[in-house]
Nanobody, 119 residues
Framework: VQLQASGGGLVQPGGSLRLSCAAS????????MGWYRRAPGKPRELAAT???????KYADSVKGRFTISRDNAKNTVYLQMIRLKPEDTAVYYC??????????????WGQGTQVTVSS
């Protein structure tokens, strides 16, 4: 099982980006999916999560600006980011709990995609 993230880049303050993360491999089912981020010199923190049924949760710092969604048919999770701020600069990692033939769900992580917000 692999998670492949894409969509990061350099954007000016106030701009927008959309991150994508696709799961592939031997997948029977995917539970919760999410996006985490690690800013320079800081620990990794949750940005947003979404359950299989579509229930979402956001960090206070991104509420109203970030929207997480998923396409279960494509095993893909998205993070739409608007009104980006310099403090959103971080490496963004996708995460998913995946049932892949084992007896329980296991957590998988994508490789990380850099988001830089700067003028």
């Amino acid at each position: 099982v692999q998670l492949q993230a894409s969509g990061g880049g350099l954007v000016q303050p106030g701009g927008s980006l959309r991150l994508s993360c696709a799961a592939s491999g031997s997948i029977f089912n995917i539970g919760d999916m999410g996006w985490y981020r690690r800013a320079p010199g800081k620990p990794r923190e949750l940005a947003a999560t979404i359950t299989l049924g579509g229930i979402t949760k956001y960090a206070d710092s991104v509420k109203g600006r970030f929207t997480i969604s998923r396409d279960n048919a494509k095993n893909t999770v998205y993070l739409q980011m608007i009104r980006l701020k310099p403090e959103d600069t971080a490496v963004y990692y996708c995460n998913a709990y995946i049932l892949s033939g084992l007896s329980s769900y296991n957590a998988y992580w994508g490789q990380g995609t850099q988001v830089t917000v700067s003028s």
